[in-house]
C-alpha cells in the first residue's frame, strides 16, 4: 500500500517538473502565434534564470554573450525578462524610430524611493510630468544664462580643489576622493548657493556629502527584489527601508533650507540679494513651484526629486569619469605631453585654467571622447521598458521587458572602430565625412550620454565640470606614481563604472609662480 503510495507521489512529481520544464521552454522561447520569436539567449535555470552563471561585471558577461548570440539577445535574471542590444543599427532602433514606445523605465526599488515614487525624470514613465521637469531642468536650470551665472561657484571649488592638492605635495592623492568632493560642492552650491558648500556655517554640507554617498551605496547594491518582484514586499535585504531613512534625512535638509529660503525661519540664506544677485537653483525652482498656473509649474514632490536626480545623475558619473581620463592620461606619456603642451599654449604658464579656455582645448576635449568610448560610466545606459510589445530586428521584445542598450560593447566593437581597444584620442580629431563626435547620441557608434528622448540632459554641465577640474589639475600639477605601483585599468561595475582600484598618484609643483595656487 505504502510503496503503490510512493509511486504516485513520485508519478505526480515527475509530471509537475515536466509541466514545470516545458512551461519553460515554451516562455523562453515562444511568443504566442503569428509573432515573430523572441530574441536568442542563453536558457538558464528555471527561478532564477541565468544569474548563478554571471560574474561580478555584467558588461563583460554580455559582450561575451553578445559575441555567441549576436547584436539582440535575451537573458533572464530571475523571472524577469531582459533584453541586451548590441550593434549601433539596432540601438538606433531603439532610440530613434521606435523612441516612444521604449522611453520609459521599469524602477528598481531604490531608484523608486530615491524618486519619490518616480516623480522625476531619471526613473518617471514618459509621461507629462518627466516631459515638464525635463523643460525645467534644460531651459531653466541648466540654460546657457544660468551655466553662465553659476559660473563663479564651479571656479571657487575648482580653486579651492587646487590648493588642497598644492597642501598635499609630495604627498599620495587620492583622485577619486578629491573629484568626488569637488563635483559635489559645486552642485551643493548650484543648488543652495554658496553658503552651504562652505561648509560649517548651516551645519549641512557634511550631512549633504554622506547622504548622497549612502544613497549612491544602496542604489548601486544588487537587489534580489529587483529580480523576483514577488518577492518585493519582504525587502529581504533591507535595501527599501535604507533607502527611505536616507531620503527622511534629505527631506530634513530641503525642508530647513526651504523654510529659511522662503522666509518662515530667519531668512538666513538665499535671498536673491544675499546671493550677490545670482540666483541659485534653489530660488529658480521655488519661483517655478509658486507660478501655480504657468505651463513649468512643479511641486515639491518634484522640486526635491530634481535635485535627488542631479546629485545622483551627477556626482558619480562626472568623478569617475575625470578619474579613469586621468588615469589613461597618466598611463600614456605621448597624451600626457600633447595634453601639457595644450594647456601651455592655450592658458599659459603664468595663468590659471578659466572657463573661457576650455572650448580651445580640442585635444583634452578628444581624450575624454577616447575615454568615454572605453570606460563610459553607464555601460548599458539607464535601462529602458518598453510600453507595448515591439519588435526590434525580426525579435519580439515584449512590453514590460527590461532594455539594456550595450553602449559598452558597441563602443569596443572592431565593426566600427580601426583596433578598438587601443587609447587613441585622434580618432576623434581626425575624422573623415559627416560622422559627427559630439555627445548628443546622433551617431549610435557612440552615445554615451545615451541616445533620444531619455538622452542625459546633464551634458553641458557634466562637460564644464569634467573639463575644468581636469585641465586645472594636469595644468598645475606633475603626477607620479607612489614607488612600486603600476596603472590598473580593471572596472568595478556599479551605479556608475569605477575604477576598481583607485588611482593614488603625488603631485608636484609645475607652474613657478606660487600665487597660482593660492
Ligand atoms: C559625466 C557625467 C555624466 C554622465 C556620463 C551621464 C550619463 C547619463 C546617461 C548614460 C543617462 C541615461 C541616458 C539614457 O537612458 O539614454 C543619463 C541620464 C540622466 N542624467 Fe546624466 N550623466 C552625467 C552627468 C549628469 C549631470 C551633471 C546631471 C544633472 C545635472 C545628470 C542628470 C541626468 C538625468 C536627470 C538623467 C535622466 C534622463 C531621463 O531619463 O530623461 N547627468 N545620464
Known amino acids: 500500500m505504502t510503496s503503490m503510495k510512493d509511486e504516485l507521489v513520485v508519478a505526480g512529481l515527475a509530471f509537475m517538473v515536466m509541466i514545470l520544464a516545458i512551461s519553460w521552454h515554451k516562455r523562453t522561447t515562444s511568443t504566442g502565434t503569428g509573432t515573430p520569436p523572441l530574441p536568442p539567449g542563453p536558457k538558464g535555470l528555471p527561478v532564477v534564470g541565468y544569474f548563478p552563471f554571471l560574474g561580478p561585471n555584467l558588461h563583460h558577461e554580455f559582450a561575451k554573450l553578445a559575441n555567441h548570440y549576436g547584436p539582440i539577445f535575451k537573458i533572464y535574471l530571475g523571472s524577469k525578462l531582459h533584453v541586451v542590444v548590441n550593434s549601433a543599427e539596432l540601438a538606433k532602433v531603439v532610440t530613434g524610430e521606435q523612441d516612444e514606445s521604449f522611453a520609459n523605465r521599469d524602477p528598481h526599488t531604490a531608484g523608486l524611493v530615491a524618486s519619490y515614487n518616480a516623480s522625476d525624470i531619471a526613473w518617471a514613465p514618459n509621461n507629462g510630468n518627466r516631459r515638464k521637469l525635463r523643460k525645467v531642468l534644460v531651459y531653466e536650470v541648466l540654460s546657457n544664462v544660468n551655466l553662465e551665472a553659476s559660473h563663479s561657484y564651479r571656479r571657487y571649488e575648482v580653486r579651492k580643489t587646487i590648493k588642497d592638492v598644492y597642501d598635499s ?60 518582484p514577488v518577492l518585493a514586499r519582504f525587502d529581504l535585504q533591507g535595501v527599501k527601508r535604507k533607502m527611505e531613512d536616507q531620503i527622511k534625512r534629505f527631506d530634513q535638509i530641503f525642508e530647513t533650507t526651504i523654510e529659511e529660503r522662503t522666509g518662515s525661519k530667519s531668512g538666513l540664506i538665499g535671498k536673491k540679494d544675499k546671493l550677490d544677485g545670482k540666483k541659485d537653483l534653489l530660488q529658480i525652482l521655488l519661483e517655478l513651484k509658486d507660478q501655480d498656473a504657468m505651463p513649468n509649474s512643479i511641486n515639491m514632490t518634484q522640486l526635491k526629486a530634481l535635485i535627488v536626480d542631479m546629485f545622483l545623475g551627477g556626482v558619480d558619473a562626472t568623478s569617475a569619469m575625470v578619474e579613469w581620463t586621468m588615469t589613461e592620461i597618466l598611463r600614456n606619456t605621448r597624451v600626457m605631453t600633447k595634453v601639457q603642451d595644450e594647456l601651455a599654449e592655450v592658458v599659459g604658464l603664468n595663468n590659471i585654467v578659466e572657463e573661457s579656455h576650455l572650448p580651445k582645448l580640442k585635444y583634452l576635449d578628444a581624450v575624454f571622447k577616447e575615454t568615454f568610448r572605453l570606460h563610459p560610466p553607464l555601460p548599458f545606459l539607464l535601462p529602458r521598458a518598453p510600453n507595448r510589445t515591439c519588435t526590434v530586428g525580426g525579435y519580439t521584445v515584449p512590453k514590460g521587458s527590461t532594455i539594456f542598450l550595450n553602449v559598452w560593447a558597441i563602443q569596443r566593437d572592431s565593426k566600427y572602430w580601426d583596433n578598438p581597444s587601443e587609447f587613441n584620442p585622434e580618432r576623434f580629431l581626425n575624422y573623415e565625412g559627416s560622422e559627427k563626435w559630439d555627445y548628443s547620441g546622433t551617431n549610435l557608434k557612440f552615445f554615451p550620454f545615451g541616445s533620444g528622448r531619455r538622452r542625459c540632459p546633464g551634458i553641458p554641465l557634466g562637460e564644464k565640470m569634467m573639463m575644468h577640474i581636469l585641465a586645472s589639475l594636469m595644468h598645475s600639477f ?41
Open 169 to 228: 605635495i609630495g604627498k599620495p592623492v587620492d583622485i577619486n576622493e578629491i573629484l568626488f568632493l569637488t563635483v559635489m560642492n559645486i552642485l551643493t552650491s548650484i543648488v543652495w548657493g554658496k553658503g552651504l558648500a562652505e561648509g560649517s556655517k548651516y551645519g549641512f554640507s557634511d550631512e549633504i556629502r554622506d547622504v548622497v554617498s549612502r544613497i549612491v551605496e544602496i542604489a548601486e547594491g544588487l537587489n534580489i527584489s529587483d529580480f523576483f
Open 478 to 518: 606633475e603626477w607620479r606614481l607612489p614607488e612600486g605601483e603600476e596603472y590598473d585599468l580593471s572596472e568595478k561595475f556599479g551605479i556608475a563604472m569605477k575604477k576598481k582600484k583607485p588611482l593614488i598618484v603625488i603631485p608636484s609643483q609645475r607652474l613657478i609662480d606660487d600665487s597660482m595656487y593660492l
